[in-house]
């Protein structure tokens, strides 16, 4: 969990940075440019599961180069996966738990009359948490986690209610990349649709 922490620290700082020189560079007042955005739906891990569908959760943070352009930072729940495996004439469940903290770029291209078009993507790091569980009992046999590197993106479409707050429904991706003992690593595609809500300063 510290090296999460970490991770998602030290892309605010990055991030930060990125802003105060965007801020400096901007000819109308900065505070119109930040945006705070929440979404929140359903996210399909691509990957054989009994349970592949869960909970999706994002929220963001970030500038906007006269409301068009510029950097971002976030935190995704991408939710909890389940399934049911056999092993040695054994069945065991297992859960698996990710969520991942963002570093990335933003747009927005109005067009029409309040509608408009959105994108986004850059670097994540992403923590999974895997339990295995007795089959019968529920109880957790081992727990294995993870920190590893990936990426994200995504596009919405959306409308502007007034000038400081729009909504939209939104598909991104996921790409992670999962760490498990003896060395192997594997990796995974988690998509996500959702819907947002949008407040610009």
Known sequence: MNKFVLSAALAAVVASSL?????CAADSN?????????SFGQSQYRADAKHADSVFQNLRFGWRWNGIFGPEIGYAYLGRRRDVNSSGGFRYKTSVNARAATLGISGKYNFGQNWFFTGHGGYLRSHRSLDDLGYDSGNTLATHKSWNNGWYGGVG???????????????DNYHLQYGHDGGFRSKVNVAAFSSSIEYRF
């Open 30 to 38: 900065p505070l119109d440019n930040f945006y705070v955005a929440g």
């Open 157 to 171: 479409v959306g409308y502007d209610l007034t000038k400081n707050v729009s909504i939209g429904v939104n598909y």
């Open 19 to 23: 802003l105060s020189h965007a801020v």
